[in-house]
């Protein structure tokens, strides 16, 4: 069992920045791949990025330049770092574990957080 929350969302103005928080507790989170996904009103769940143990990352294209996602395993904890920020993120943000990358891919995680919010103004 793998426990998930987030923290970190917020409202800010389009070229602002927030750093999304995921402390994870239970099991073997280090070796899970991690991922944060979101999901904008009236709107498909989208995968934002992921995290494999050994450290790869993956990006949509719609975030690519602007956001970082990282981990850092003493703290059990992902992170992810989105700067220059524009109305278009503005959604729901979820961390999401799993010890299978495809599933996580897939958006069938088997751990999610409940999500936190980001609204960006223009």
């Known amino acids: 069992q793998v426990q998930l929350v987030e923290s970190g969302g917020g409202s800010v103005q389009a070229g602002g920045s927030l750093r999304l928080s995921c402390a994870a507790s239970?099991?073997?989170?280090?070796?899970?791949?991690m991922g944060w996904f979101r999901r904008a009103a009236v709107k498909q769940r989208e995968r934002v990025s992921s995290?494999?143990?050994?450290?790869?990352?993956t990006y949509a294209d719609s975030v690519k330049g602007r956001f970082t996602i990282s981990k850092d395993n003493a703290k059990n904890t992902l992170y992810l770092q989105m700067n220059s920020l524009k109305p278009e993120d503005t959604a729901m943000y979820y961390c999401?574990?799993?010890?299978?990358?495809?599933?996580?891919?897939?958006?069938?995680?088997?751990?999610w957080g409940q999500g936190t919010q980001v609204t960006v103004s223009s």
């Open positions: 995290i494999t143990p050994d450290g790869t990352t």
């Open positions: 999401a574990a799993d010890p299978d990358l495809l599933r996580l891919w897939l958006g069938s995680a088997r751990y």
């Open positions: 239970g099991d073997t989170y280090s070796s899970y791949y």
